[in-house]
Nanobody
Framework: QVQLVESGGGLVQAGGSLRLSCAAS????????MGWFRQAPGKEREFVAA?????????????YYADSVKGRFTISRDNAKNTMYLQMNSLKPGDTAVYYC?????????????????WGQGAQVTVSS
């Protein structure tokens, strides 16, 4: 079982920045495929970004983004700290949501939440206009 804990959420004005962190349990974090999703009130959960395991030669550490955040958000990982990050810049009120990090054993359609095996408890991000 993989335990995930998000931190770094909060309230920020439009145009501001926040960095979310996701700390994972286990000793082989470099083998974890990870993703970020978000869910706004009254809306379905949506994909934000994903990063492949970094211990493989082909496409190791490759990142993927939803069109709505491309160019503004950056996903990254620090394997030595068992932590994944989501740097969010140029935030908009539409980015307001609970943000969840997630882990998946096998790589597949990274934008589909059902493919992820474990989820964090979520971190609230609120962007005021």
């Amino acid at each position: 079982q993989v335990q995930l804990v998000e931190s770094g959420g909060g309230l920020v004005q439009a145009g501001g920045s926040l960095r979310l962190s996701c700390a994972a349990s286990g000793r082989t974090f470099s083998t974890y495929n990870m993703g970020w999703f978000r869910q706004a009130p009254g809306k379905e959960r949506e994909f934000v970004a994903a990063i492949r395991r970094s211990d493989i030669t082909y496409n190791g550490g490759t990142t993927y983004y939803a069109d709505s955040v491309k160019g503004r958000f950056t996903i990254s990982r620090d394997n030595a700290k068992n932590t994944m990050y989501l740097q969010m810049n140029s935030l908009k009120p539409g980015d307001t949501a609970v943000y969840y990090c997630a882990y998946r054993r096998s790589w597949g359609d990274y934008a589909v939440g059902a493919g992820y095996d474990y989820w964090g408890q979520g971190a609230q991000v609120t962007v005021s206009s």
